[in-house]
């Protein structure tokens, strides 16, 4: 096989015109410039130069090898620099799924940051339930997986009988809040009790893998089964219902954004013994190699510290509304 250096000697001498320019631009003397394009004759038996008293020039066989040389060095160049910005993070594709709802602000607030800083990167996005996203996780299809339970507890390292070197990144604790339907009155001021609404309607979600949704959940805690007229993930959809009138619904901070706006439902806080909040964090796996996730997380947590405070905000708005 060519050797790539004794492949630029020839594009060198053939670019300059001389060995000894060609040999001052490689850093290397005139004799081993010269030794290089020998090797090289040797091993293609074709001679590639011709020396005179003005200097030398190449063969044909020398000028169409000095063509080839080119464009291996440009190949050379690309493949230096492609290896290089992968290694580094600027370059690559990263593989992210996400729960409905963090993909309202959370995840795309990150990513826009992300790839304002490296906007060569490949973007894989997969939407999904955490019970969904985990084993597409450690079947290594996804680099990151954004996900939520109702423990403060990280989930144990053994996912569907498996056991992983799944890390969890806390992100940040969503709570629920009550929709409330025009025309409601809370009898107090302050947290409304679940217990004082097991006469009302409820719009529900459909509950994930083996677990029931949360309001089932809450009711089951103050002793009564929901009356639920309907059931969605979409949390917009529910919005709609509990504005016109439809039910009560248990809605997440991380929901309520431009949906909020558009409908102005009143939200109340919630009173109850079972947890209503969502620990929201980002999986990753630990043996995963590819320099975007650690970026990616950092962009991830910065955009997360900044909802906490939006979390913040809208908690006193609620607190100060249902106090009026």
């Given amino acids: 096989m060519l050797s790539s250096g004794r492949l630029r000697a020839l594009l060198e001498v053939s670019r ?3 060995i000894s320019a060609a040999a001052k631009k490689l850093q290397l003397t005139p004799s ?3 030794h290089q394009i ?3 004759e040797r091993e293609l038996e074709t001679k590639l130069i011709e020396r005179g008293t003005r200097g030398v020039w190449l063969t044909a066989a020398g000028g169409r090898l000095a063509e080839y040389s080119e464009s291996i060095a440009d190949l050379m160049e690309r493949a230096e620099q492609e290896t290089r910005e992968l290694g580094g993070g600027e370059r690559g594709t990263l593989s992210l799924g996400f729960f409905a709802s963090a993909g309202l602000h959370l995840v795309p607030t990150a990513l826009s940051t992300f790839m304002a800083e490296r906007p060569r990167v490949d973007l894989n996005l997969i939407p999904g339930q955490p019970h969904e996203l985990l084993p597409r996780l450690l079947s290594t299809e996804l680099d990151v997986a954004v996900v939520f339970d109702y423990s403060a ?3 144990s390292a053994v996912t569907h009988g498996r056991t992983s ?4 990144h806390p992100l940040l604790v969503d709570p629920h809040f009550l929709a409330v339907p025009p025309g409601y ?6 947290p409304v009790r679940i217990a004082d609404l097991a006469s009302e309607q409820w719009i529900a979600t459909e509950g994930m893998d083996n677990e029931v949704a949360l309001v089932d959940r809450v009711c089951a805690a103050e002793g009564y089964a929901p009356n639920v007229r309907c059931r969605t993930d979409y949390y917009d959809i529910t919005l709609g219902m509990v504005s016109a009138g439809l039910g009560f619904a248990l809605i997440p901070a991380l929901s309520l954004g431009p949906v909020a ?3 102005r439902v009143p939200l109340r806080r919630l009173s109850t013994p079972h947890p209503s909040a969502r ?5 990753t796996r630990g043996d995963n190699p590819n320099p975007l996730v650690p970026a990616f997380l950092t962009h991830l947590h910065n955009t997360a510290s900044r909802i906490r405070e939006e979390v913040e905000r809208l908690i006193a708005a609620v607190d100060s509304a249902s106090a009026g």
């Avoid at 620990?279 to 999986?283: E, M, V, Y």
């Fill in 16 to 18: 300059t015109g001389s």
């Fill in 32 to 34: 081993a410039v010269s």
């Fill in 38 to 40: 020998s090797t090289l």
């Fill in 153 to 155: 507890a990280a989930p």
């Fill in 165 to 168: 070197s799944v890390a969890y």
């Fill in 185 to 190: 009155r809370q009898r107090a001021s302050g």
């Fill in 261 to 263: 706006e558009r409908r």
């Fill in 279 to 283: 620990h929201i964090r980002a999986a």
